[in-house]
């Protein structure tokens, strides 16, 4: 059966669609209640999104429910689908709600699965390997299985956002619009924000500890989930990244390999695995939590999270890339 509905009830008594020929779903994990939230208004969905999502669905032998978020009954809206308990909830929205909704599922909740709704769409393209929202829900549908994420969580007293690709805090955060623009082939728009960026590359430098050592001093630091990292091969913890550019002219390189390649290769960068840091700086610090710009108090501590949540992913993940 299926069922599109735009009010904060999801599981109405759903009309009855006769289903032809359904697809296969995935052997993996039962999938017999399906809950899709949309949010209408991320740029990735489109106008048409929830019809869209209703004759995909339509396929396959499940029973499903489809609910547009709207802003004033977001919280009300997403705590009733968790309630409801379905064997996977999918999330077609920006990279900032679907991380709220995966943080609010926790390890306990059903499994979530985060479709490609937003600009940069670092978490699903981690797990299904595209931008396309169409693909991921199918490849979510046919190959899925339960996935641990691992991630991480930001706060600085007052803000708190969990990740689960990565952080970017210090004035470098700014290089990730430019690094995106350049893989949508947009160079004059990459351009205006590598400029922007090394306007304030020396704005303020970091002092940060890693795991209670001495403090140290950076550029910027990248703390990034295994999930996604080239260089960690299980979920032991964080890799953490200082970016250190003594001059312009490291800044600028720098700058290049995180728009173009592993900005790893640069020998202003250094990395270790870490379970938590403390970050400290004499103003605000600007951050860029997987995909989502920040602005920071002048102290921040972030931590690793073992099991953030369950995503339904095939298995093993097809990332598209890895940072």
Same mark, same amino acid.
């Given at each position: ?129 595209? &931008?396309?929202?169409?693909? @991921?829900?199918?490849? !979510?549908?046919?190959?899925? *299985? =339960?996935? +641990?994420? #691992?991630?991480? /969580? ?7 956002? &969990?990740?689960?690709?990565? @952080?970017?805090?210090? !004035?470098?955060?700014?290089? *990730? =619009?430019? +690094?995106? #623009?350049?893989? /949508? ?54 890799e953490a990244a200082a970016m250190n550019p003594s001059d312009a002219l490291q800044a600028f390189r720098l700058a290049a390999h995180a ?65």
């Open positions: 059966m299926n069922e599109t509905a735009a009010s904060a009830s999801i599981l109405e008594t759903p009309a009855e669609t006769p289903i032809t020929e359904p697809h296969v779903l995935t052997p993996h994990v039962a999938l017999g209640r399906v809950i899709m939230l949309i949010n209408p208004s991320s740029g990735g969905v489109g106008p048409n999104a929830a019809e869209e999502a209703a004759a995909i669905l339509a396929d396959y032998p499940c029973e499903t429910a489809i609910l547009a978020l709207e802003g004033a009954q977001f919280d009300t809206q997403v705590q009733q689908a968790l309630d409801a308990r379905p064997d996977v909830l999918f999330v077609l929205a920006g990279d900032g709600t679907a991380g709220t909704i995966a943080s609010r599922a926790g390890p306990d909740g059903p499994l979530v699965a985060p479709l490609p709704g937003g600009t940069m769409n670092m978490l699903p393209r981690a797990l299904y390997g595209t &931008a396309d929202w169409k693909v @991921a829900l199918r490849r !979510a549908l046919e190959e899925g *299985a =339960p996935q +641990r994420v #691992a991630g991480g /969580e930001v706060t600085d007293g007052r803000f708190r956002q &969990a990740f689960y690709c990565a @952080a970017i805090l210090g !004035a470098p955060a700014l290089w *990730a =619009p430019a +690094r995106e #623009a350049v893989r /949508e082939g947009k160079f004059g728009l990459a351009w205006a924000y590598g400029r922007r960026a090394l306007k304030r590359a020396f704005s303020g430098r970091l002092r940060f500890s890693l795991d209670g050592r001495a403090d140290r001093r950076a550029e910027a630091l990248v703390l990034i989930s295994p999930m996604i990292s080239k260089a960690m091969d299980e979920h032991t913890g964080l728009v173009f390649d592993d900005w790893r290769q640069d020998p202003a960068v250094t990395t270790k695995a870490i379970q938590q840091a403390t970050i400290r700086a004499r103003s605000r610090i600007p951050a860029v939590i997987d995909g989502e710009p920040a602005l920071l108090r002048h102290q921040a501590k972030v931590r690793f999270i073992r099991t953030a949540f369950r995503a339904l992913a095939p298995n093993p993940p097809t990332s598209e890339e890895s940072v």
